[in-house]
C-alpha cells in the first residue's frame, strides 16, 4: 500500500516508474527497463512518459519553445473563444430593457451557449480521434468569427441573438475539450503540470476578465460591440492558428506508451519471458516490437505541416467512436472528475447569472459597469487558482514519487482537490453569510466579491485536477474523458440557469449557496476513495473495458 493507495499485483495501465538511477546511463537494458530514454536536464534524470519515437514529427520530439509556443497560441485562442460564455454577465440588466424580457430569458443566451458547446463536444470526438485536432480548432475559429459578427448585428431579435449563441457553443466546443488534450499530445508526465494549469486558466479562468471589459464596453459603444471585437479577435487567431499550430495527435506505436503498458526488453518479452501484447491508442491489440527497428519517416516541411489533416490517427469506426464516451460515466474516475470539475463550474455560472440581479437594486444600485468591474474579484482568484495549481501540481506529484522509491500513481494529482476544497468551500460559505450581509448593510460590497474570487480559485485548481488525472490515469481515453466532462459541465450549467433566479427568489442568498457549499463538500469528500482505491479502480476496468463490453472498441 503505497502512501495509501492500495496496491494490486502486475502492471496497471497510468502506474509508471518516474525518477531512473542518477548514476545509471541514459540507455539500460533490467529486467524492467530497457534503452529508455530520459530527461537528463535537472540534476536527477527522469524517465519520459510516454516515451517518444525517433520519427522528427513526433510532437514529444519537437524542441520544448516550440511546444510552448503551441500551447501559448491554443491558450490564447481559448481565452477569446471561452470568453463568449461570460460575455452577457453584465449586461443582464441592459438586455433585459432591450429586449424587454425577463431575467431567466438573459440568463438563457448563456444556457443555450453551454447547451452548443456540450451537444458539439459529443460529435467532435470522432472527428478529434480519427482525424485530429486541428482542424476542429481551424473549423470552430471561422464558427466563431461568423457567429460572433451575428451577434452584433441582431438588432431587438432575440430569437436571432438565442441562435447565434447556440452555434457559438458549437465553435467554442473545440477550445474547451481539446486544449487539454492537446497538453497529453505534446509533454511527457513530469511536464504537463504546470503547462495543464496554464490551459485552465486560459479556458476557465481568462473567461473572468471579460465581463470587466463588457460593462465598459456597454457602458460606452453598446452591448453588441462585445460581439463585434470576439469577431475581429477569432478572426486574428484564426490566422495565427493556422499558421503556428500543427496537428498535435500522433499515432504512436503501443511499445512507446510505458504508461498505458509495460516496457518490453529488446527481444519483445517481459522480465517473466512472457511475449508482449499492448492494447495500443486506437485500441487494437498488438504485439509490439522495439521501436528502432522501424522505419524512420522524413521531417515535414513546413508546407506539409499546414495542412488540415495528416492522415488517420486510428482505424476506429466513426459510429463507435461517436458513442464511446457515454459508457464512461459508468465508470468511477470519469464520473468523479465530472463532479469534481463539472459542479464547480456549475456554480460558478449561477453566480455569474445571478451577480447583477442581486446588487441591481438597493443599497447599491448597480449598472453593466460596476457589475462588470466586480469581476476582478472572480479574475484574481482565477490567477491564484492558476498559481495555486501550477506549483502545487508538479511539486506534490514530484515529492510523492520520491516517497514512494520512484513510482509515479496518477492518484497523486488527487491531492490538488484539498486546495480546491479549501478555497472553493470557503468561497461558497463566504459568499452565503457576505452578499445577503452586504444588502443589509453589514458589509461592504467587496466582501461577496472576495469570496467569489475564492471560488474561482477553487473552480481553477479542481479543472486542473481533474484533467492532469484524466490524462494520467487514462491517457488512452483522454478525448472521451473529456468530452464527458464537457457534457456534464454544460448540461449541468444549462440546468442551473433555467432555475436561477426562481431559486434565489424562493430561498434566498444565504439559503441558496449553504445548499450549494454543503453539495460541494461531500464531492470533495469523494476523493478520499478516489485517491485509496483508484489503482484498483484502474486495473480492474483495464481487466474490464467497459467500452469492449458496449462493442465500442
Known amino acids: 500500500m503505497g502512501l495509501g493507495i492500495l496496491d494490486v499485483p502486475g502492471h496497471v495501465p497510468g502506474t509508471t516508474r518516474y525518477w531512473d538511477d542518477p548514476d545509471r546511463p541514459q540507455t539500460v537494458d533490467t529486467a524492467d527497463s530497457w534503452g529508455l530514454k530520459c530527461d537528463r536536464s535537472g540534476p536527477v534524470p527522469i524517465i519520459l512518459s510516454p516515451q517518444p519515437s525517433d520519427d522528427p514529427n513526433d510532437p514529444l520530439n519537437w524542441p520544448i519553445w516550440r511546444r510552448d509556443l503551441i500551447t501559448f497560441v491554443l491558450s490564447l485562442s481559448a481565452i477569446f473563444t471561452t470568453a463568449l460564455g461570460p460575455i452577457l454577465a453584465a449586461n443582464t440588466l441592459t438586455l433585459s430593457v432591450w429586449f424587454a424580457l425577463d431575467f431567466t430569458y438573459i440568463a438563457l443566451l448563456t444556457g443555450y451557449f453551454l447547451l452548443g458547446v456540450g451537444v458539439a463536444g459529443f460529435f467532435f470526438v470522432p472527428s478529434g480521434r480519427i482525424w485530429g485536432k486541428r482542424h476542429l480548432f481551424i473549423v470552430g475559429l471561422l464558427i466563431l468569427v461568423a457567429t460572433s ?15 447565434a449563441r447556440i452555434i457559438q457553443g458549437v465553435g467554442t466546443a473545440p477550445f474547451e475539450g481539446l486544449v487539454n488534450a492537446a497538453v497529453g499530445d505534446l509533454y511527457c508526465v513530469h511536464e504537463r503540470g504546470k503547462r495543464m494549469a496554464f490551459t485552465n486558466l486560459a479556458v476557465f479562468g481568462g473567461a473572468f476578465f471579460t465581463p470587466i471589459l463588457v460593462g465598459k464596453i456597454t457602458h460606452t459603444i453598446k452591448w453588441w460591440w462585445s460581439f463585434n471585437l ?30 498505458i503498458v509495460r516496457p518490453a526488453s529488446p527481444n519483445g518479452h517481459h522480465a517473466n519471458g512472457t511475449e508482449k501484447t499492448a492494447v495500443s491508442q486506437q485500441g487494437v491489440p498488438s504485439t509490439s516490437s522495439p521501436p528502432m527497428l522501424r522505419a524512420i519517416p522524413p521531417r515535414k516541411t513546413y508546407a506539409q505541416s499546414l495542412a488540415l489533416f495528416d492522415g488517420r490517427k486510428t482505424d476506429e469506426s466513426f459510429f463507435k467512436l461517436l458513442f464511446r464516451p457515454l459508457p464512461l460515466f459508468a465508470q468511477p474516475a470519469f464520473l468523479w472528475a465530472a463532479l469534481i470539475q463539472g459542479t464547480m463550474i456549475g456554480w460558478t455560472v449561477f453566480l455569474g447569472v445571478i451577480l447583477a440581479a442581486i ?6 444600485f448597480w449598472d453593466e459597469v460596476q457589475t462588470g468591474y466586480a469581476y476582478v474579484g472572480p479574475f484574481i482568484g482565477a490567477l491564484i487558482g492558476f498559481f495555486t495549481a501550477g506549483i502545487f501540481a508538479d511539486w506534490s506529484a514530484k515529492a510523492l514519487t520520491r516517497l514512494n522509491g520512484g513510482i509515479y500513481e496518477p492518484e497523486f494529482r488527487i491531492i490538488l482537490v484539498i486546495p480546491q476544497f479549501v ?60 468530452t464527458c466532462l464537457i457534457i456534464f459541465k454544460n ?15 424562493h430561498s434566498g442568498i444565504r439559503q441558496t449557496f449553504f445548499t450549494l457549499g454543503g453539495v460541494q463538500i461531500a464531492i470533495c469528500l469523494l476523493s478520499i476513495p478516489m485517491y485509496i482505491f483508484g489503482k484498483r479502480n484502474r486495473h480492474f476496468f483495464h481487466r474490464h473495458d467497459l467500452l469492449k463490453m458496449f462493442g465500442l472498441r
Open 359 to 364: 446588487f441591481l437594486g438597493p443599497p447599491l
Open 149 to 163: 459578427a451575428w451577434a452584433g448585428a441582431v438588432g431587438h431579435s432575440y430569437t436571432s441573438l438565442l441562435w
Open 230 to 259: 470576439v469577431a475581429i479577435f477569432c478572426a486574428t487567431m484564426l490566422v495565427v492558428v493556422f499558421f503556428f499550430c500543427p496537428e498535435t495527435a500522433y499515432r504512436r506505436d503501443a511499445s512507446l506508451n510505458i504508461d
Open 491 to 505: 448540461m449541468f450549467s444549462f440546468g442551473l440557469t433555467f432555475q436561477a433566479y426562481d431559486w434565489l427568489v
Open 423 to 482: 478555497f472553493g468551500v470557503a468561497g461558497l460559505f463566504g459568499f452565503a453569510v457576505t452578499a445577503q450581509g452586504t444588502l443589509e448593510g453589514q458589509f461592504h460590497w467587496i466582501v461577496p466579491i472576495v469570496f467569489f474570487g475564492f471560488e474561482v480559485a477553487g473552480t481553477v485548481i479542481g479543472a486542473v485536477a481533474s484533467s492532469l488525472y484524466i490524462v494520467d490515469a487514462y491517457r488512452d481515453l483522454a478525448i472521451e474523458g473529456f
